[in-house]
């Protein structure tokens, strides 16, 4: 898996209609995972972490609005976004999805330049750097789009890998990152990589961020793993 790509799950029972989707999201250059019933589902979403979750209602065995529920009450997949499709266009329907937990809901049938869109929309506000948009925490500025970070006016030089650790943590300062995290979202769940990798290339960013004397932003949490801020 492509560690700097968003993963997307898309949970739809009917093949044609989650080709589409499927094809669209890749064509759009999303990593894609498919569940065909709500208990696929919620399996997936445990062994992948998907930054989003496309949500059909309609889900044999396990309803859609029933794995909304579920993944909202849980610590650990609360932040996911989901957006709902639907063919329940009624207001009290889109009240109860969103309700339920739902970050977005779609009435079917629906266009697929406009679910793209808020596809997007929604990973703007939880994973910012995987659609090339600018971040900045105190003195530091990561530019997604370029490949560029400056701080404090000077810019910095940064591998690769140290780049894709200081977009991960810059998406969410003050969040304790253990050090499995790390390696799913840095260097992907395919590739097999020691934990101590993460603490050597933690002192390489750690070195990097401090190249012109700044000070170290960067937190080791005893036992938890690492924090910005």
């Keep these: 898996m492509a560690a700097d790509q968003p993963t997307v799950l898309v949970v739809e029972d009917e093949p044609a209609q989650r080709e589409v989707l499927a094809y669209n ?3 759009e250059g999303f990593l894609v995972s498919k569940a065909e019933n709500g208990e696929e589902a919620l399996l997936l979403v445990d062994e992948l972490s998907p930054d989003i979750i496309v949500l059909d209602w309609m889900l044999p065995n396990v309803s859609g609005i029933e794995v909304c529920r579920r993944l909202k009450m849980r610590t650990d997949t609360r932040s996911v976004p989901i957006i709902m499709l639907s063919a ?16 977005d809901y779609v009435v079917k049938p629906y266009s697929v330049v406009e679910l793209m869109a808020r596809v997007r929309t929604q990973l703007r506000r939880t994973r910012p750097a995987t659609i090339g948009l600018k971040l900045e925490f105190e003195d530091i ?4 789009e370029t490949h560029r970070v400056i701080r404090d006016g000077q810019p910095l030089k940064l591998g690769p890998t140290e780049f894709r650790l200081l977009s991960t943590f810059m998406e969410k300062p003050g969040r304790v990152w253990s050090r499995e995290q790390l390696l799913d979202r840095v260097w992907g769940r395919d590739i097999y990589v020691d ?19 700044g000070q170290d932003p960067i937190r080791t ?8 801020g």
């Design 195 to 213: 934990t101590r990798t993460v603490d050597v290339h933690i002192g390489r960013l750690r070195k990097a961020l401090c190249q012109h004397d």
């Design 25 to 27: 999201l890749e064509a």
């Design 221 to 228: 949490v005893r036992g938890a793993g690492y924090a910005l």
């Design 88 to 103: 329940r266009g009624e207001e009290v329907d889109r009240v109860r999805g969103l309700e339920t937990g739902a970050d």
């Design 141 to 144: 500025v990561l530019d997604a």
